[in-house]
């Protein structure tokens, strides 16, 4: 075997190896919830079902929707369980290429990424989710019968964990702007009125269209923003920047 080609070929298997090694765990635990997959769909709709009218339900339009959403959702659970597995695999796959300073930072930035998501996502369920469908139910028009599709709901829920989930990544990606040298504190604070007015947008980009869900994700995203920012001027020391180091 050519000899540059080799080590091509070891990193290739050591991929796979990691690779294997996430799906292996993401398989079994999926394995594992199935027999509770209709408990875990009962527990995401609750925050709809509480909101419905007596004699109201969600209903399924696609013939395979009441065997295929509740999977899905199963699905999502095992991955978000298994996510630090999985992103120590990845970790393990490039520590070795990187110096000792950024082995330091990874392992912190991919703990806290991962706790600041499953809180977005709790902020989403729990706080969110039964103002926003409140709203909607007392907007129902008199007449109408309200009854939300399963494979719709799961949509839509799904985008809001995700909307609420990167958005608590706020003060991480922040920290690491910083770090990297690619925005100075100063310019941080200087954008702020920018940073809320962009907050706002994209709150009403991506929530229902009703003033409460909009607030209560531009809210946290500006105050995110400004806890980011203190943290990196109590903990990080900034790279120079580009325009510095000219």
Do not use: C
Request: charged share 10%.
């Amino acid at each position: 075997m050519n000899a540059d080609l080799q080590p091509l070929i070891e990193h290739l298997i050591e991929l796979r190896s990691r690779v294997v090694r996430a799906a292996g765990l993401l398989l079994l635990v999926f394995l594992i919830l199935f027999h509770w997959s209709g408990d875990i769909y009962h527990l995401l709709a609750l925050p709809m079902l509480k909101v419905l009218p007596a004699g109201s339900s969600m209903i399924a339009t696609d013939v395979t929707a009441t065997f295929f959403v509740p999977l899905k959702i199963t699905g999502m659970v095992a991955f978000l369980i298994t996510l630090p597995h999985t992103l120590y695999q990845a970790w393990a796959f490039v520590a070795p290429g990187l110096y000792q300073h950024e082995k330091r930072l990874v392992i912190p930035l991919i703990i806290s990424s991962v706790l600041l998501f499953a809180v977005g996502m709790a902020f989403a369920y729990f706080l969110v989710f039964p103002v926003v469908f409140g709203f909607m139910a007392a907007a129902t028009p008199e007449g109408v019968a309200m009854m939300t599709d399963i494979d719709k709901y799961l949509s839509f829920v799904l985008g809001m964990f995700i909307a609420f989930g990167v958005t608590f990544e706020t003060p991480v990606i922040v920290m690491v702007l910083v770090r990297m040298g690619l925005v100075s504190i100063a310019k941080l604070r200087e954008i702020r009125p920018y940073v809320i007015v962009g907050a706002f947008v994209i709150a009403a980009v991506v929530t229902p269209p009703d003033v409460l869900s909009q607030i209560m994700l531009a809210v946290p995203l500006w105050l995110l923003y400004e806890l980011g920012v203190v943290l990196s001027a109590w903990l990080i020391v900034p790279k120079p920047l580009a325009s510095e180091e000219g």
